[in-house]
Nanobody, 121 residues
Framework: QVQLVESGGGSVQAGGSLKLSCAAS????????MGWYRQAPGKERELVST???????SYVDSVKGRFTISQDNALNTLYLQMNSLKTEDTAVYYC???????????????WGQGTQVTVSS
């Protein structure tokens, strides 16, 4: 059973930086995309960034130019470098692993437990 464990969250002042990590307990067979999501209090979970097996990245508009997603496939670890943090970035951040299923679809299958990021003004 694959387990994803996030770390690196914490409290920081606006303008500061944090780097989140997400370590998978084992190689994820059939992995297609890794992603970071976040959920702020009273809001729905939001997709923040994704990275494909080949390294193609995507970002939600609100974090473009400030966040960078990366992965180390040898270590089975996903990262999210967050710079110029804003109070609106405050949320629980989750990593997720998507795998290919029958029909070639890429769907989210494994989730981490989340790590809190709090940005104060």
């Amino acid at each position: 059973q694959v387990q994803l464990v996030e770390s690196g969250g914490g409290s920081v002042q606006a303008g500061g930086s944090l780097k989140l990590s997400c370590a998978a307990s084992t190689y994820i067979l059939g992995k297609c995309v890794m992603g970071w999501y976040r959920q702020a209090p009273g809001k729905e979970r939001e997709l923040v960034s994704t990275i494909s097996l080949g390294g193609t990245t995507s970002y939600v508009d609100s974090v473009k130019g400030r966040f960078t997603i990366s992965q180390d496939n040898a270590l089975n670890t996903l990262y999210l470098q967050m710079n110029s943090l804003k109070t609106e970035d405050t949320a629980v951040y989750y990593c997720a692993a998507s795998i290919y299923i029958a029909g070639g679809r890429c769907v989210s299958r494994y989730w981490g437990q989340g790590t809190q990021v709090t940005v104060s003004s």
